[in-house]
């Protein structure tokens, strides 16, 4: 009798003991346990300096310039699969752990579930139906890459991997905020793939900030109605990929002041964004993607990006909002499930998102070193 077998008749059979009712035969046991039943864990601890806060960094805008922290997180993936189309997944996330010396753990949130949500197949038509709280990664990344915290509803005609997928999704985010997007792929052949993508998010605050000269900040509402343009080139040893955003509501929350000085020059390069990468190896995703490579895979990136403070939705942290210029990024994967990639950004500013940056418009360097995991 296999390991896992064993284990599944055990607990089964705790369980059912200490509930004090009466246990269910060994293979009705293993199959409900282990058939039906999938688990993973997977998080990333890593080390960063970013002295000059390229991208608004906020843990060393806390610490002060110059200083260094850890950041963490940890998230532990549950799925039951009833049968072949209908499947409930929950991922219990465990907030960022940010911690600088001196300063303490910005993690106030403590453990939550990001995801959970219900998802059926109707095979015979190729559209899949989800419901609850999720998240998606759109375009090729630029304009939207949040696995989480949107609750609503999802539609799929075609899967993400199929050579046509239209993907239609409506819901609220964590804030409360409304959120719609439409997005489109399409392999013009084999390893080329074309993306266009639309959002529709619009933000509501409350508060209203000042800046050195007394001009009011306008931070009560923003508008995000994104368009974006993106392509995907798959070649023998190497992918080149990127992607093009604009945002075409003026309504944004990043350098806006009443007093109108320069607000049209401000307003359209804040509301732009593109890049373009060149990556080996089977994927450029350090913390998702290369831990599931098969061991000794290497994997060189190189990024060019000039991200607007206002023309992109959510995006991961390869990315620097109000910044343009380069980075560079190495990773390997040492073991099945466990990786290691470090990363250097070096970009110029563009100015627009913080009129509290003592070092607004200058040029800033970002280090990341991180630890992958993803065990199943």
């Given amino acids: 009798m296999k390991k896992s077998v064993k284990l599944s008749i055990a607990m089964a059979l705790m369980m059912g003991a200490t509930a004090g009712i009466n246990t269910v035969a060994p293979s009705t046991a293993s199959a409900e346990i282990s058939d039906k039943f999938r688990m993973e864990i997977n998080g990333v601890t890593g080390y960063v300096f970013n002295g000059k806060q390229l991208g608004g960094d906020f843990q060393t805008s806390k610490a002060g310039v110059g200083r260094s922290y850890w950041n963490t997180y940890t998230r ?50 190729n559209i899949t139906y989800i419901l609850g709280k999720k998240g998606a990664y759109l375009g090729q990344g630029l304009i939207h890459n949040s696995t989480g915290n949107l609750t609503g509803a999802q539609v799929s005609f075609g899967n993400w991997y199929d050579p046509t997928c239209l993907q239609l999704m409506y819901g609220n985010k964590k804030d409360g905020s409304n959120f719609f997007a439409a997005n489109f792929t399409h392999n013009i052949m084999k390893p080329w793939q074309l993306s266009l993508t639309y959002i529709d998010h619009d933000k509501q605050w409350t508060s209203t900030k000042y800046d050195q000269n007394g001009n009011t900040w306008d931070s009560k509402y923003q508008e995000l109605h994104l368009l974006s343009v993106g392509s995907k080139v798959k070649a023998k040893e190497f992918t080149v990929q990127g992607e093009f955003v604009k945002n075409f509501s003026d309504k944004v929350r990043n350098g806006v002041y009443e007093n109108k000085k320069n607000l049209s020059q401000r307003q359209n390069s804040t509301r732009r964004a593109w890049y373009i990468e060149v990556f080996t190896g089977p994927t450029s995703d ?27 939705d959510s995006h991961n942290t390869t990315f620097y909002d109000d910044a343009r210029g380069w980075r560079l990024n190495y990773g390997h ?30 040029w800033k360097t970002c280090v990341v070193a991180e630890v992958s995991y993803k065990f199943r």
């Fill in 76 to 125: 532990l993936q549950l799925q039951y699969h009833q049968d072949k189309n209908t499947m409930f997944q929950a991922r219990l996330h465990s907030g960022y752990d940010s911690i600088v010396k001196n300063v303490a753990n910005s993690n106030t949130s403590g453990a939550y579930f990001d995801q959970a949500y219900l998802q059926l197949k109707d095979r015979k038509a």
């Fill in 286 to 312: 350090m913390t998702s993607g290369l831990p599931l490579q098969k061991p000794g895979t290497s994997v060189w990136s190189l990024k060019y990006q000039d991200v607007g403070a206002n023309a992109v």
């Fill in 333 to 362: 994967t040492f073991k099945k499930g466990l990786s290691a990639d470090i990363a250097v950004a070096r970009m110029k500013d563009k100015g627009g998102n913080d009129y509290n940056d003592k070092h607004n418009g200058e």
